[in-house]
């Protein structure tokens, strides 16, 4: 009996992906649930596992591959009698590929001269479905992120994207990359990273974007927090940290300025009677955003142990679609790099997103008197559709009250 080894759902606004590398060949004996192969979308990385036991008897979609949300990657024959009819070295044989590649490869490896676009790559069967509908070339978009430079769905999308292609008319030839110089090197963007600078962009073109600041004395949120450290992380398991009370603090201003927890649809605004917090976290191929689904009936300990998940499952790319979607907030923090101030970029289709920076000692005058303080600066960015400049002012400053003295978060006031 055999089983598909099909391409689960994509999660939210997510519809194609690329068979980024194959984890097991065919032949080869596997387990269930054991993964075998990884999908790379606009998101995340996404890992297939094995849906039964038995023997990977043929492998459908290669690597580079686009495919979309129930296609069949491959076919897994049940028990050890599959293993026999996977021959499949002779798919590639070694003198064939070695002989005519050696030509091709020392061209491009020249450190001078013009590197010229790559030609009519073969596109892939929906790309080509999709640049037939748009009148546009192969010669236009050039070099895929597919397998061999072979057009995807997504550099067709992408192609489209771009302000000029609208514009110019489709037979019109995009203007010859540059030649590059010697000590440069021309790579293809990921996925994730067009994504990333097209959403920013979009961010940027569709809101009435503007940035609001203020800046917090950590003394008493650094005395709270040294004071109890050891005590918390006993009795929780995880360390306290920063973030934690600067959720809590905009959870308390957010449902006192519901606006900059909503969102413009057409002509209509979505008010949102729950917070899900987005927690802006690097990856190894760029930033991306889980979120804390209703971060207002969670505590200090709960938020901590949620975080520090996201940022180990970060690094190991392990992220799942349904912790990417959904948030109604976000909170980027630049101070773990070093920055000072920022304007943070809006994560569509929010309102508001605030942007904490690294604490430094600065004179201040307290009562009076200059004292060397704990500073950091603090900085809203919001969508002035929907959020007047009252109203995040007004917001900023009970992030700034509640952060100053912990003890309104703990009473609610």
């Known amino acids: 009996m055999a089983t598909d080894i099909l391409v689960p759902t994509l999660g939210e606004s997510v519809s194609t992906a690329t068979v980024a590398r194959w984890l097991k060949k065919a032949g080869e004996a596997v387990k269930a649930d054991e993964p075998l192969v990884e999908l790379e979308t606009d998101k995340v990385t996404v890992e297939v596992n094995a849906p039964a036991a038995g023997v990977i008897e043929s492998i459908t979609a290669d690597e580079g591959a686009e495919v979309e949300p129930g296609a069949v990657l491959g076919v897994i024959a049940a028990g050890a009698a599959a293993a026999a009819p996977a021959p499949v070295k002779p798919h590639k044989p070694e003198p064939v590929a070695a002989a005519p590649a050696q030509p091709k490869v020392e061209t491009p490896r020249q450190p001078q001269g013009p590197v010229a676009v790559p030609g009519a790559h073969a596109p892939m069967p929906s790309a080509a479905k999709l640049m037939a509908e748009n009148n546009v070339s192969a010669e236009q978009i050039g070099a895929g992120s597919a397998k061999d430079g072979r057009i995807a769905k997504g550099d067709v999308l992408e192609f489209l994207s771009r302000p000029a292609a609208a514009a110019a008319p489709a037979a019109a030839k995009p203007a010859a990359q540059r030649g590059l110089e010697e000590g440069e090197e021309r790579v293809k ?49 995880v360390r306290l940290g920063f973030m934690s009370f600067f959720v809590k603090a905009c959870v308390a201003a957010l449902k006192e300025f519901p606006a900059v927890n909503a969102e413009i649809e057409g002509d209509q605004i979505i008010y949102k009677h729950f917070v899900h917090m987005g927690i802006a976290v690097g990856g190894p191929n760029g930033l991306v955003v889980p979120v804390l689904r209703n971060a207002d009936r969670m505590g200090f300990a709960e938020i901590e142990k949620t975080i520090g998940g996201f940022g180990k499952r970060a690094r190991d790319g392990q992220l799942k679609l349904e912790e990417l979607a959904g948030g109604s907030f976000t909170i980027t923090n630049g101070g773990i790099y070093g920055s000072l101030m920022s304007t943070p970029i809006l994560n569509p289709p929010q309102s508001g997103i605030l942007g904490m920076h690294k604490i430094q000692d600065r004179p201040m005058v307290v009562g009076g008197k200059i004292e060397i303080r704990p500073m950091m600066y603090i900085a809203l960015s919001y969508d002035h559709r929907i959020v007047d400049g009252k109203e995040a002012v007004s917001f900023l400053v009970r992030v700034k009250e509640s952060v100053e003295d912990p003890r309104r978060l703990m009473l609610d006031i």
């Open 189 to 237: 963007m990921t996925r994730l990273r067009v994504t990333i600078a097209r959403r920013l962009k979009e961010a940027q073109n569709n809101a009435a974007m503007l940035t609001t600041f203020n800046e917090v004395d950590m003394g008493a949120a650094m005395a709270l927090r040294s004071e109890y450290r050891d005590v918390f992380e006993k009795r929780h398991g």
